[in-house]
């Protein structure tokens, strides 16, 4: 299949809408064909299995792949077999592949994180026990949850949510923390104890939006995704985020997040725009944060001011000391 002139007006030939194979992906991949089929545009799913799914026996900080749950949708949109790619924005990798682009960012569910507690549990996260233990598999939340309560022990989990939500249950924690957005998209919200403030915890980069990748060279497809899937506050948002992640050398090999958001009621075309960033130690000493507030055409070149700032407070070291690989 040849990607190049594939667009909406094809009736005989639907776009080929490539995705992963779990119950989240899944959701959020037949969501976007909602949307496409809605402003005219045929499209029926593939799924693509990615080394992330596959490799389930690790911490994603050990496989040592910022593509890992990506680089094989990456190839399907470069070999033609797709036509379309739909991430969860926080997957997508700081650098995306020569001969792709991100062409459409979705609007933006809650970017922020959820406690989750066990069922024996009955507080909040203010009420865990002094050496409580927390899982998750995310090197940010780890970082974060040390640096507002060191006396916490953080277990490392893997799988999809709905497994992770069995491992809980049949562990002895007392709760692990999850996506907000994850959970209300798979109709889980219950298990929402408590959503996390961004004080506390920054969320992660694009986290709570869907990004969808096409091949840089389709100009009608690109166009098409734009017009019936882009919404121009989260696009804005994700841009400053990425920007920082981007200067950071970031990902979910390094415990690092940033938040963008319109207070009030600004728009992404004359509000402004407020972004968070923090870089931490795997054990959240140093907890490097900064806030800034930028002009929304300035978002980009705010992310990474932003990023430049905390490497150059230490940030520089400390990351170094994660990754000494690089």
Not at 96 to 105: D, F, H, Q
Not at 151 to 174: C, F, I, M, Y
Not at 179 to 189: D, F, I, K, S
């Amino acid at each position: 299949m040849s990607s190049t002139g594939a667009c909406a007006s094809e009736e005989a030939s639907p776009l080929v809408l490539g995705t992963r194979g779990s119950r989240l992906a899944l959701w959020q991949a037949r969501r976007v064909k909602e949307q496409l089929e809605a402003g005219g545009h045929a499209a029926r799913l593939r799924e693509i299995t990615t080394t992330g799914d596959r490799r389930q026996d690790a911490p994603l900080s050990e496989l040592n792949d910022e593509a890992v749950f990506t680089k094989e949708l990456d190839r399907a949109l470069l070999d033609g077999g797709i036509h379309l790619a739909v991430h969860s924005l926080k997957d997508l990798p700081s650098h995306v592949p020569e001969g792709i682009t991100l062409a459409a960012v979705s609007a933006r569910a809650s970017p922020l994180d959820a406690f989750v507690a066990h069922p024996s549990f009955e507080g909040k996260l203010k009420d865990l026990p002094e050496g409580a233990t927390l899982a998750t598999a995310s090197l940010r939340r780890r970082a974060q949850l040390k640096a507002w309560r060191p006396d916490l022990e953080v277990a490392p989990v893997r799988g999809n949510v709905d497994t992770r939500l069995q491992k809980l249950a049949h562990s002895d924690w007392h709760g692990m923390v999850l996506a907000v957005a994850g959970l209300r998209r798979m109709g889980l919200a219950e298990h929402i104890r408590e959503k996390i403030a961004p004080r506390v915890m920054v969320p992660a980069v694009g986290q709570g939006a869907l990004g969808i990748a096409c091949a840089s060279e389709n100009d009608a497809l690109r166009s098409a995704l734009r017009r019936t899937l882009h919404d121009e506050r989260a696009g804005t948002c994700a841009a400053a985020e990425r920007a920082f992640m981007k200067a950071v050398g970031g990902g979910c090999q390094v415990p690092t997040g940033a938040y963008a958001r319109f207070p009030g009621n600004g728009d992404a075309r004359s509000g402004r725009l407020l972004l968070s960033g923090c870089i931490a130690g795997l054990d959240g000493e140093p907890l490097l944060r900064e806030e800034r507030t930028t002009r929304p055409e300035d978002a980009e070149a705010t992310g990474r001011a932003l990023a430049e700032a905390l490497l150059e407070q230490g940030g520089r070291e400390v990351l170094n000391e994660i990754r000494p690989y690089e």
